[in-house]
């Protein structure tokens, strides 16, 4: 089965600290796509950064980068230069072969002032 | 470009009653999914649209939950009789469709949160 799991329930960082949540996840597939899903207290859900399993370098997107190991089936999202609009409940997500996106339980952010 | 939207945004209602959510995609977005989180768990698949089609709809969790997508527009999802596990924020999500299969990066909706007492 394919699993996506997320082992911290709750992070909080100072604001422009650098924080690093983890998720790693298990499938047979060889080619899949990988994502963080953020959403704020408002409740929309965004994407914030995709990952192709076949691409080695790591997706960036300015304040955020993934460290994507292939082999440990690990995949970190790292938020340099943390601000208090990153508070936020994070899921990291796959999608398989079949399209539909699995989610991990999430780890909810907290950045302090 | 406006996104996707759910409505209503929040529900309360009594077990055994009917409630039908609603789903907007982005326009010109094939492909709608239907997603649910119920407390402390993960968000859930539970059905894929491919137009007016559905795809695949492994997740639906019973024969109370009745999704349509007529003229492959907007869609719904109706739960009759709702019981109090069904309790949870329902997203929608949808995707282009291009070359034969649904682009991976799905964008989602507001969700709606269901409460059934």
């Known amino acids: 089965a394919q699993t996506v799991t997320q082992s911290q329930p709750e992070m909080s960082v100072q604001e422009a600290e650098t924080v690093t949540l983890s998720c790693t996840y298990d499938?047979?597939?060889?080619?899949?796509?990988l994502f963080w899903y953020k959403q704020p207290p408002s409740r929309q859900m965004i994407l914030v950064i995709r990952?192709?399993?076949?691409?080695?370098q790591n997706a960036t997107e300015n304040r955020f980068s993934v460290n994507f190991q292939k082999a440990a089936k690990s995949f970190s999202l790292k938020i340099s230069d943390s601000q208090l609009g990153d508070t936020a409940m994070y899921f990291c997500?796959?999608?398989?072969?079949?399209?539909?996106?699995?989610f991990g339980k999430g780890t909810r952010l907290h950045i302090l002032p | 470009e406006a996104g996707v939207t759910q409505f209503p945004s929040h529900s309360v209602i009594e077990k055994g009653q009917t409630v039908t959510l609603r789903c907007d995609p982005i326009?010109?977005?094939?492909?709608l999914y239907w997603y649910r989180r119920v407390m402390g768990k993960e968000i859930k698949f539970l059905l894929h649209?491919?137009?007016?089609?559905?795809?695949?709809e492994s997740g639906m969790p019973n024969n109370r939950f009745l999704a349509e997508r007529t003229g492959g527009t907007y869609s719904t999802l109706k739960v009759q009789p709702a019981e109090l596990e069904d309790s949870g924020v329902y997203f929608c999500?949808?995707?282009?469709?291009?070359?034969?299969?649904?682009?991976?990066?799905?964008?989602f909706g507001p969700g709606t949160r269901l409460l059934v007492l």
């Open positions: 990952q192709e399993a076949y691409k080695q």
């Open positions: 997500a796959s999608s398989f072969r079949d399209d539909k996106i699995i």
């Open positions: 326009s010109g977005h094939d492909n």
């Open positions: 499938t047979s597939e060889s080619n899949y796509y």
């Open positions: 649209f491919v137009k007016e089609s559905k795809q695949d």
């Open positions: 999500a949808s995707s282009e469709w291009l070359s034969g299969r649904a682009l991976e990066t799905q964008y």
